[in-house]
């Protein structure tokens, strides 16, 4: 899979937009875009995911670069609930029952009041 | 959706003792389920897939014989700890693989992860 890069820790204040952007400059034309995020102590939440078109649900929206070397995830209107650390993870869809999702360090989001 | 359930959610167990770890898919068939351990401030690293009737595969660096995973039926996978250790003490977290065909138009809907269990070893 491809490796992905994500800053280390971004704030965002409640009710504003929060941008959480991913690098994933060697992924592969098969390979999907995924977002999961965990608050302290749980376990990792899906958020959304896509290959190349932006994607949008009740949780946020997906905006990947028309070369899908990088892509964007949006939360609309943050508040102090989507304070957790979110992962974007590239991997190939389906690759048989195995297939595993590899995290990265991910980004922690604090969304301040 | 997919529920998947953990438990315990917390343990603490002496040192030199084994602990048992369930994972349960609620309302539906896994027919492969993944284990992750998480130490404080790190990511989730994943320690073995496991499919239903078949042995686990372990990841490199990872004791199998100290990590046991069965994976008896479609809906359960245990994970246990033998003769734990204080360095055994970590977040360790499931996540199942839906082979249901509903979920075949939305990949990502196909990894539900559990609640984790808090283990600590004294």
């Known amino acids: 899979d491809a490796k992905t890069t994500q800053p280390p820790s971004m704030d965002c204040a409640e009710g504003r937009a929060a941008n959480l952007p991913c690098n994933h400059s060697t992924i592969s034309g098969n390979e999907y875009v995924y977002w999961y995020r965990q608050i302290h102590s749980q376990g990792p939440q899906y958020i959304i995911h896509g290959l190349k078109n932006n994607e949008t649900n009740e949780m946020a929206s997906l905006i990947i670069t028309e070369d899908r070397k990088s892509s964007t995830l949006i939360l609309p209107h943050a508040t102090l609930r989507d304070t957790a650390v979110y992962y974007c993870i590239v991997r190939v869809s389906g690759g048989g029952s195995n297939y595993k999702l590899t995290f990265g360090k991910g980004t922690l989001l604090t969304v301040n009041p | 959706g997919a529920v998947v359930s953990q438990h315990p959610s917390r343990v603490i167990c002496k040192s030199g003792t084994s602990v048992k770890i369930e994972c349960r898919s609620l309302?539906?068939?896994?027919?492969?389920m993944f284990w992750y351990r998480q130490f404080p401030k790190q990511s989730l690293m994943l320690m073995a897939t496991?499919?239903?009737?078949?042995?686990?595969?372990?990841e490199q660096g990872v004791e199998k014989d100290k990590f046991l995973i069965n994976h008896a039926s479609l809906t359960l996978s245990t994970l246990t700890v033998t003769s734990a250790h204080p360095e055994d003490s970590s977040f360790y977290i499931c996540?199942?693989?839906?082979?249901?065909?509903?979920?075949?138009?939305?990949?990502?809907?196909?990894?539900?992860f559990g609640s984790g269990t808090r283990l600590t070893v004294v």
């Open positions: 996540s199942a693989r839906d082979g249901s065909p509903r979920l075949s138009g939305a990949v990502g809907y196909g990894y539900t």
């Open positions: 309302d539906f068939q896994a027919t492969t």
């Open positions: 496991s499919n239903e009737g078949s042995k686990a595969t372990y």
